[in-house]
Structure formats: C-alpha cells, structure tokens
C-alpha cells in the first residue's frame, strides 16, 4: 500500500513555475494509475492530469493542457507534475492519489482513488 507524500508547493509570481512532487517510499508506481487534484476552499476538488500505469497514456484538463506535464522516476518511487506558465486560478491545494488500474486513467472517477497524499499548497500571486 503507497503512502503518499507531495512536496513541492509554494509561494510562486505569475508566469512562473513550480515541481510538484509525489513520493512513495519502497513502492513502484508504475503499476499504478496517478492522478493529480487540486482544490480551494468551498469548491469541489477537481482532477487535473492523470497518468496510466507504465505511462500508457496521460491526460490533461483543457485548464492545464499546454503548460502542467507529468513524469516518473521509478529510482525514486515518485511522480512529478511539472508546472509552468502558473496563473492566479492556479492556486490551490494539490494532491496525488494512486490506484491499480489496468485502463486509461481518463476513465476513472475521482472516488474510484484508493491512497492519497496529505496535498500541498500552490500560491500563484504577484
């Protein structure tokens, strides 16, 4: 079972970019479908990017298209989220989540996520 840990967030001017970061210590996740979330205060969280397992595919929300990527490095058990041309509505608590699945993570509900990360917190703000 991952236990996940983001890392990464930050305080970050507009334009600008951050690494997001999440990390399962002794487990491999390239068996596992990763999703990326994001959420602010009285709104529903939302799914972002999502990546299949062994990098099958990838999708990306028509809000982050063209500027968030995702990334793996099986030496460090962890999932990256590269973004970059951060805007203010970029703002939000981001969080990863994993879970085995076979299919194209596009198809999976956001309740359909087994194991979460404790989330980190992005400021895009001049």
């Known amino acids: 079972q991952p236990h996940l840990v983001e890392s990464g967030g930050g305080l970050v001017q507009p334009g600008g970019s951050l690494r997001l970061s999440c990390a399962a210590a002794?487990?491999?996740?390239?068996?596992?479908?990763i999703g990326w979330f994001r959420q602010v205060p009285g709104k529903e969280r939302e799914r972002i990017a999502c990546?299949?397992?062994?990098?099958?595919?990838?999708h990306f929300d028509r809000s982050v298209k063209g500027r968030f990527t995702i990334w793996r490095d099986p030496s460090k058990s962890s999932v990256y989220l590269q973004m970059s041309a951060l805007k203010p509505e970029d703002t939000a608590k981001y969080y990863c989540?994993?879970?085995?699945?076979?299919?194209?993570?596009?198809?999976?509900?956001?309740?359909?996520?087994?194991?979460w990360g404790q989330g980190t917190q992005v400021t895009v703000s001049s």
């Open positions: 990546v299949s397992e062994n990098d099958r595919s990838m």
């Open positions: 002794g487990e491999n996740l390239d068996y596992y479908a």
């Open positions: 989540a994993a879970v085995r699945f076979q299919e194209l993570c596009v198809t999976l509900r956001s309740d359909e996520y087994v194991y």
